[in-house]
């Protein structure tokens, strides 16, 4: 089968970090997206992550092990606009896998 | 670049009627489309994949003859609820792609509340 972890719910304060975790067992693996979504909006791209290893970009930093199944998101810096859900997802050659998505609420 | 447009934004039905969604990529040729449907509080769940001219791929567990799927262009994919019931109220997010599932452009979602 195929199982995309992520914690339901974090909170954080504003000016904080927080790290999301995604952990995953998938039949495929050519990458794995991270994804912002606000409620009743549609996912925005974040970033993209096919090698080991840390990118950063901006604010927002992703951290991928292929040989662990894991990742994760880093949100530097929080704002009160970041509160939203974070989805991870694996690119599983023909289609997108998502988590089950993490709900992110900053408070002031 | 890459906007993907979709309509209604919102759709309110009664019981038992079909409701069509339209899926549109405005400014480039999407050979590939994606459907998916996100209940509240939940993560975005595949229900099918769709190739320009021909038979859409459904998801294990997604009924084929009651959510059918069109794609009988580049930029237009339609998702049509037949006989739609309560249960059937969700979100609903279509994606267009210029082939590969690794470069996907969302659309805005169409919420669906069926009374």
């Known amino acids: 089968g195929q199982n995309i972890d992520q914690p339901t719910e974090m909170t954080a304060t504003e000016g904080a970090i927080v790290q999301i975790n995604c952990t995953y067992q998938?039949?495929?693996?050519?990458?794995l997206f991270w994804y912002q979504q606000h409620a009743g909006e549609a996912p925005t791209f974040l970033s993209y992550?096919?090698?080991?290893g840390l990118e950063e970009k901006g604010r927002f930093s992703s951290f991928l092990s292929r040989s662990k199944g894991y990742s994760y998101l880093l949100l530097k810096e929080l704002q009160m606009k970041d509160s939203a859900s974070y989805l991870c997802?694996?690119?599983?050659?023909?289609?997108?896998?998502f988590g089950t998505g993490t709900r992110l609420q900053v408070f002031p | 670049g890459a906007v993907v447009s979709q309509h209604p934004s919102r759709v309110i039905c009664k019981s038992g009627t079909s409701v069509k969604i339209e899926c549109r990529s405005l400014?480039?040729?999407?050979?590939?489309m994606f459907w998916y449907r996100q209940f509240p509080k939940q993560s975005l769940m595949l229900m099918a994949t769709?190739?320009?001219?021909?038979?859409?791929?459904?998801e294990q567990g997604v009924e084929k003859d009651k959510f059918l799927i069109n794609h009988a262009s580049l930029t237009l994919s339609t998702l049509t609820v037949t006989s739609a019931h309560p249960e059937d109220s969700s979100f609903y997010i279509c994606?267009?792609?210029?082939?590969?599932?690794?470069?996907?452009?969302f659309g805005p979602g169409t919420r669906l509340t069926v009374l």
């Open positions: 769709s190739n320009e001219g021909s038979k859409a791929t459904y």
């Open positions: 994606s267009a792609s210029l082939g590969s599932a690794n470069e996907q452009f």
């Open positions: 400014d480039f040729q999407a050979t590939t």
């Open positions: 998938t039949s495929g693996f050519n990458g």
């Open positions: 997802a694996v690119d599983n050659t023909d289609k997108l896998i």
């Open positions: 992550n096919v090698l080991d």
